[in-house]
């Protein structure tokens, strides 16, 4: 499997090759690939050779050709659909997060403790979290975003791995322990803040 | 300035002690840490010298000392205030997302274009873009939050940084320029929950 830092790297190319396409850009160097989005224009090279795309003839790259090669390696043909454990504030702004469809990713489910929620109209149906060996077994779901309290994420978390999750988008503010074949992404929204916090106030001494 | 990654495992012993110490624990050695966080003890120790902690005579630390040192640190006796830019699903969350009360973050204001947000009664008020200059400057304020959509993203960066924003953290799905004395956080969440997709289908294969 590549490197996480390599896959990072093609999405950030590929949201600033969408955004030059949008302007009306079709074909970019590498260099400016590397001035958008502060990646070395060397290692743009390197990165776009090992895609397998192929430079002009007279130099540089067309933006399409990229963008295809980027959705490719990420199977952007299929829809990946995803589970949503806790409907609480993140929890909602995920299910409501335009941006996934563009994506290909679906959240097709949720689960949440609170009845009066698995009773609410949302965009997405809400079960209780015993539905969710069938839920995950009848969608064939293998990613989940955990977005419930600190105190029950670890629960949650087992009971998911349990029916067949295999990734995991963490919103809660503790460290999960999962097994070694559980992949899992931890957003730290606080952290996030603090740093941004830190740094800002350091550089205004 | 120290190094980005020495305040994140900062942040990252933080939560792990105070989960530890809600447990029940006092004391840890640095092994114990290491197992919580996925960081090696060698470099735990490292840190915590630097952090000016001292172990105990008969080897290991006490959590709170640990816990005061990083909360110095971070200066987290002070209130840390930040505005929000954008109204949608992400930023509704973030206004009542109650983690940042617990690290001494508060939401002073938003700004929003939509006139009958800035009418609606939310946890903060909401503000039209024209007062960024007049909230900023009354709160002394100089982090902000960007949940807006894409296309409005680098107008509204650029507008709170002519305010005086020095600390960004951004949800918007865009490349945002920032002058060197600004520095930014992008939370991509598309780019975060693409990756465990990604992650969690290669490993099944």
Redesign the interface.
Known sequence: ?ES?AY??RL??YR??LS?LKEVGLTDVFSYLIAG???ISAALVRKDLAQLKVKGKRRGGYEIDVILDAINNY??DNTI?R?VLAGMG??G???V??K??E??R?KIVAAFDLDPAKQRKKYDVPVYPMEKCPDIVDKYRV??A?IAVPAFSAQTVCDRLIQCG?????NFA???LKVPD?????N??????????????????Q
Chains 1, 2 share one sequence.
Do not use: W
């Open positions: 499997m996480t896959t990072k999405l950030t949201l600033s955004h958008e989005t502060g990420f199977g990946n995803v504030n993140i909602r702004a995920i409501n997060y941006n996934f563009n994506r990713i293998n990613v975003v999750i295999r990734g995991i988008m503010p503790v460290n074949h559980v992949y899992i992404s957003v730290r929204l606080c952290d996030e803040l603090q740093q941004v916090i830190y740094h800002s106030t350091k550089t205004n």
